[in-house]
């Protein structure tokens, strides 16, 4: 089956500093590539999505100079949390889409970040 | 705007029960429903797809169904099992972006 994985699993930084999270997947080539936010016992959010070669589209509310995002490959998507701050701590879930007419996505087992 | 809701948030049953997670939403006009399963600081699995056009889909003991005009969809477990404890989240899709719209998700406990 597809397989995407995440690195790292789980992020300390202090705050200030700038954070990137991986999003690959494994076993095929995704089209699309969405990023997703999930705080405490609340439901994911999307907060981008990701298309290879070009820029990605964020959702009103998420300011993109704050979360860089790069899809660099059609296997590779990079998520940079910048100037990190305490409210940033969450959990980042990426899934990756694959092209086609049902268009499954597929999701990574998610970041935690920890922001001091 | 489109609008999840998941009732209930959480449900404890002793094994063994068949049970039923409910999803609705606000706008009709969806591309496709999935339900996913989530346990506890894990990523997603995604269980059931269900397109606009079809009304079920079925995977060994669960079934999901979709009614668009009424907007909602019912997650069917049969014969639970402790190891189906986790979150239950269904998601809809409006176009063939495959932009999810996320519910909150229904925390389900099966008791031994």
């Known amino acids: 089956g597809a397989v995407v994985s995440q690195h790292p699993s789980r992020v300390i930084c202090k705050s200030g500093t700038s954070v990137k999270i991986e999003c690959r997947s494994l076993d095929f080539q995704a089209t699309t590539m969405f990023w997703y936010r999930q705080f405490p016992k609340q439901s994911l959010m999307l907060m981008a999505t990701s298309n290879e070669g070009s820029k990605a589209t964020y959702e009103q509310g998420v300011e993109k100079d704050k979360f860089l995002i790069n899809h660099a490959s059609l296997t590779l998507s990079t998520l940079t949390v910048t100037s990190a701050h305490p409210e940033d701590s969450s959990f980042y879930i990426c899934?990756?889409?694959?092209?086609?007419?049902?268009?499954?996505?597929?999701f990574g087992p998610g970041t935690r970040l920890t922001v001091t | 705007k489109q609008e999840v809701t998941q009732i209930p948030a959480a449900l404890s049953v002793p094994e063994g029960e068949n049970l039923v997670l409910n999803c609705s939403f606000t706008d009709s006009a969806i591309y496709n429903l999935q339900w996913f399963r989530q346990d506890p600081g894990k990523g997603l699995t995604s269980l059931l797809l269900i397109q606009s056009s079809q009304r079920e889909q079925t995977s060994g003991r669960l079934n999901a169904s979709l009614d668009k005009s009424s907007g909602r969809s019912t997650l069917y477990i049969a014969a639970s099992q402790p190891g189906d404890s986790a979150t239950y989240l269904c998601?809809?899709?409006?176009?063939?972006?495959?932009?999810?719209?996320f519910g909150s998700g229904t925390r389900l406990l099966v008791r031994p």
């Open positions: 899934s990756a889409r694959v092209g086609g007419v049902v268009g499954e996505q597929y």
């Open positions: 998601a809809v899709s409006l176009d063939s972006s495959y932009k999810l719209i």
